[in-house]
């Protein structure tokens, strides 16, 4: 009898363990990762970037234009096989939610071929999955507490008060650039227009004293 | 159950650094921007991999391809410029609030040519609560799964304090250019008026005494 109960015991144990490592494994199927740059696009410039995206993983792609000329820029996803999946000519921000239909590597690329002389700034976010949770040996199916569930709620709100925080920044930075470029553009035009007045009306001055001479001379000859 | 928890952090771990790349060629330098309030720890987690053109995918990269990484400060000043192997990560915290360029360029210390070697940067930028090793502290400090939630809530609140603080800075400068601006406009009116006047009084005196040098007045 006490055998048995060992035996049981043992079976049991092996069983919770097992459980857990299988719950375990189950977590890790697909990388989850949000991703958020701003990099330099400098003129006649294409830049691609590439992400290994398992199937039926909810992508989304989000970019927007912060300096540089008309605040514009050319982007397209590709899917493993060169499918386009997304592609938009001269968008100044754009948000793009798909589902990876296969397995493979995606491409997204952003260019600014159709631009000569200025360079731009783009911030993108290309957010794969869900974000992981913090402990990984909790699923979905594990009862929370009140608390812990107060918790993640919390924990959701904030990251979209982070996103938000984002955004307006970027938008911020966007209309202080725009302000510092008509800063310097009325400095250089005052200068300029200052100097262009000046020439001229010395120059028109000149110019007619120039007529009454050769009037002049042409008289006196006529004269004797 | 420490040790579940590891192993699975580890699990995770992998799982997450699963970011995008970009294909490089050696000494091409990229450069990143991140605008972030002072005192905030950015870690980068990268992985470099090297392509094999006979199997005609990326494979890890061998050790003496070394990863350097420039960090300049809004004011210019390096924060970091220092080598680092083939795969790792690489960390600094901001001084002063504003747009720090990130630039990382791949060279191989040892004397080899590269002909046509395409090269991937596997990259993930993280800041804020995101940086933070929770199984660290769980494991030194003791601390039960509640206080680790609590404490990752807390470092989000803080990042958007210090958000908020950078933006009041911002705000102020804009501001600033602003009333630059406005200056330099109402000052330009008054003195185009002005040299507009002054150079017709000029002209009509100038002429006036050159007809009369030329008897036509």
């Known amino acids: 009898m006490p055998g048995l109960g060992s035996a049981q015991r043992w079976a049991a144990a092996a069983g919770r363990w097992g459980c857990r490592l299988l719950a375990l494994l189950l977590l890790v199927p697909g990388p989850s990762s949000a991703s958020e740059i701003t990099f330099e696009l400098p003129d006649n410039a294409k830049q691609c970037f590439y992400e290994d995206i398992t199937q039926g993983t909810k992508c989304t792609l989000e970019f927007q234009v912060i300096t540089g000329g008309h605040y514009d820029v050319d982007c397209r996803l590709e899917d493993p096989d060169g499918n386009v999946l997304y592609k938009e000519m001269k968008k100044q921000y754009d948000s793009f939610t798909f589902t990876a239909s296969k397995n493979g590597t995606y491409k997204f690329c952003f260019s600014n071929e159709f631009s000569t002389f200025t360079h731009k700034t783009v911030y993108f976010d290309f957010q794969v999955g869900e974000d992981p949770p913090l402990f990984p040996s909790e699923n979905r199916v594990s009862a929370l507490t009140q608390m812990e569930s107060a918790c993640v709620s919390i924990h959701e709100a904030l990251k979209s008060v982070i996103d938000y925080q984002t955004h307006f920044r970027l938008r911020e930075a966007q209309g202080r650039s725009r302000a510092e470029d008509l800063n310097t553009r009325v400095a250089y035009w005052s200068v300029g227009e200052a100097l262009i007045l000046l020439v001229v009306s010395i120059g028109q001055v000149f110019l007619l004293k120039s007529f009454f001479s050769d009037k002049r001379t042409t008289t006196t000859r006529v004269g004797s | ?217």
């Open chain 2, 1 to 217: 159950m420490a040790l579940l928890l590891l192993l699975g952090q580890l699990l995770a771990l992998m799982g997450h650094g699963g970011a995008f790349y970009l294909e490089v060629r050696e000494l091409e330098e990229k450069c990143f921007i991140q605008e972030i309030p002072d005192g905030i720890v950015v870690i980068g987690n990268y992985k470099t991999e090297l392509y094999d053109p006979a199997m005609e995918k990326y494979q890890p990269s061998p050790q003496w391809i070394n990863l350097f990484v420039f960090v300049k400060d809004p004011e210019n000043k390096n924060l970091l410029a220092q080598q680092y192997g083939p795969q790792g990560s690489f960390t600094f915290t901001s001084q002063s609030p504003g747009e720090h360029q990130i630039c990382l360029h791949l060279e191989s210390i040892r004397f080899a040519l590269f002909y046509d070697g395409k090269l991937a940067i596997h990259l993930d930028m993280q800041l804020g609560e995101h940086t933070n090793d929770y199984a660290e502290f769980a494991a030194k400090d003791k601390l039960t799964q509640m206080h680790l939630r609590v404490q990752q809530l807390v470092e989000q609140v803080e990042l958007i304090q210090k958000e908020q603080e950078y933006q009041r800075w911002r705000e102020e400068r804009f501001r600033q250019t602003s009333e630059s601006t406005n200056q330099r406009v109402l000052w330009w009116s008054i003195l185009q008026t002005f040299i507009l006047v002054a150079t017709g009084v000029w002209q009509m005196q100038h002429l006036k005494s050159f007809f009369k040098a030329k008897k036509l007045v």
